[in-house]
């Protein structure tokens, strides 16, 4: 669950789903057991709950950097991910690849960098870093 901050003027809160396809998050907002709770809940919200779909950095965390975060926060988080990531690929992938064409290298070994950041760096990072992200 998403709450503001500490000393923020917000009242959104937020709650995260993730799901194995599109098809699985079709289902479950179809479903009657989450229809029934939607119900039993809504005299506790204002208005109709949005639906956004978490994408890129906002979903390692869950957190939306414009909504919740200062936006130098990401940079820093993402920077700390990519220092070590960059330095291990290069000296790892990047040694297998010397003498490899120019554009399939950078190609290999970036996908290897992207790859590293997106399931295993940058979801530690955030973990670390979730005090000081939220």
Same mark, same amino acid.
């Given at each position: 669950?998403?709450?503001?901050?500490?000393g923020?003027?917000s009242?959104?809160?937020?709650?995260?789903?993730?799901?194995?396809?599109?098809?699985? @998050?079709?289902?479950?907002?179809?479903?009657?057991t *989450?229809?029934?709770?939607?119900?039993?809940?809504?005299?506790?919200?204002?208005?109709?709950?949005?639906?956004?779909?978490?994408?890129?950095?906002?979903? *390692?965390?869950?957190i939306?950097?414009?909504?919740?975060?200062?936006?130098?926060?990401?940079?820093?988080?993402?920077? &700390?991910?990519?220092?070590?990531?960059?330095?291990?690929?290069?000296?790892?992938?990047?040694?297998?690849?010397?003498?490899?064409?120019?554009?399939?290298?950078?190609?290999?070994?970036?996908?290897?960098?992207?790859?590293?950041?997106?399931?295993?760096?940058?979801?530690?990072?955030?973990?670390?870093?979730? @005090?000081? &992200?939220?």
């Open positions: 669950m998403l709450v503001p901050p500490p923020s003027n009242n959104e809160y937020g709650i995260i789903r993730t799901f194995a396809s599109d098809e699985e @998050r079709k289902s479950f907002y179809a479903s009657p *989450f229809l029934a709770w939607k119900e039993k809940v809504s005299s506790l919200t204002e208005g109709e709950p949005t639906y956004k779909e978490l994408h890129g950095l906002e979903a *390692f965390s869950g939306k950097p414009p909504l919740i975060l200062p936006a130098g926060k990401w940079p820093v988080a993402t920077y &700390l991910g990519v220092v070590p990531v960059t330095i291990f690929t290069s000296q790892t992938v990047g040694q297998f690849l010397k003498g490899q064409n120019y554009f399939m290298a950078n190609l290999v070994g970036n996908a290897c960098v992207v790859a590293l950041l997106a399931w295993v760096v940058m979801p530690l990072v955030t973990r670390i870093l979730k @005090r000081w &992200l939220h």
